[in-house]
């Protein structure tokens, strides 16, 4: 019975947080453009800042296997 | 590994409700767009080479730390304070509250959009964002990370650094005080 009751109270949550979470996807698809051209903006650092990093890694790995042994 | 396109698109699907989430957090665009800004250069730099399933727990971590550090720079004794307070336990049980009551039903399918009803829905998003903003910062934690970033309860709890446990009772809290502010504004769903 009261496991009944926990299931539906939990069902009841799940759908009135889809409900509100729907709500909220609808402003957040609707932002400011350049608030929306900053987060890009962000992203895109971001991703470049990995491939830096990346590339300057490889360079370092590639310089010690070039190391000429003692 | 996550490839670069797997992370740039992760981070693609994130970023609007990243930056909306740190936005209800410290209540300033500028701040927010800094501390999604910062969550993103982290997780790219630090942890861009794990694999893609668990860039979504790391990001949510990331920008919950990023929010704290936040916090912790601001200078004014208030401004630490009044947001720090949040997340303190708290007590309130919600009382006799039944969420079955307060829930309306199931969706009775999509209606018009004509502007009075556009108008309505703008209305209803700025409520429930202002209730959001008004959640203990834990709950509105919980609730975003489950509900709206639909990670499941173990993802959750290994985000925020708490119990699932804890996470169960954070949304459970949020649920009830946000179906219970809504219902007192005459809002249904």
Redesign the interface.
């Known amino acids: 019975m009261n496991t009944t009751h926990s299931s539906a109270t939990d069902l009841a949550a799940k759908h009135f947080a889809r409900r509100i979470t729907a709500r909220l996807n609808e402003g957040a698809a609707n932002l400011p453009y350049d608030i929306s051209e900053r987060l890009r903006a962000s992203r895109e650092q971001a991703i470049a800042q990995r491939k830096k990093n990346r590339r300057s890694a490889h360079h370092s790995r590639s310089h010690g296997q070039h190391t000429p042994q003692p | 590994m996550a490839t ?1 396109q797997e ?2 698109d992760f ?2 699907s994130v ?3 990243a ?2 989430r740190s936005l209800y957090h410290v209540r300033n ?1 500028e701040s927010a ?1 800094d501390i ?2 910062d969550s ?2 982290k ?3 630090h942890y ?1 080479d794990k694999p893609a399933n668990e860039l979504p727990m790391l990001f949510h971590r990331i920008l919950s730390n990023c929010a704290l550090d936040w916090f912790r720079r601001q200078k004014t004794h208030n401004a630490l304070f009044s947001h720090m307070s949040d997340f303190e336990k708290s007590g309130d049980e919600g009382g006799e509250f039944d ?2 009551e ?2 309306s039903g ?2 009775d399918g999509e209606r018009a959009h004509s502007a009075e009803d556009l108008a309505r ?1 703008a209305q ?2 700025q409520s ?2 202002i209730e ?1 903003q008004q959640l203990p910062a834990r709950q509105r934690e919980a ?1 975003l990370m ?3 970033e639909e990670m499941d309860v173990a993802e959750t709890a290994a985000a925020m650094g708490c119990s699932e446990g804890s996470v169960k009772t954070h ?2 809290r949020a ?1 009830q005080a ?2 219970k502010a809504l219902k007192a504004k005459g809002i249904s ?1």
């Open positions: 670069e992370l740039s981070l693609k970023e609007k409700r930056f909306k665009e767009l999604v800004q993103m250069m997780l790219s730099t861009g969420l079955l307060a829930w199931p969706d829905r209803t998003l429930i964002e959001i609730f489950r509900y709206w949304c459970f649920v946000l179906s769903l």
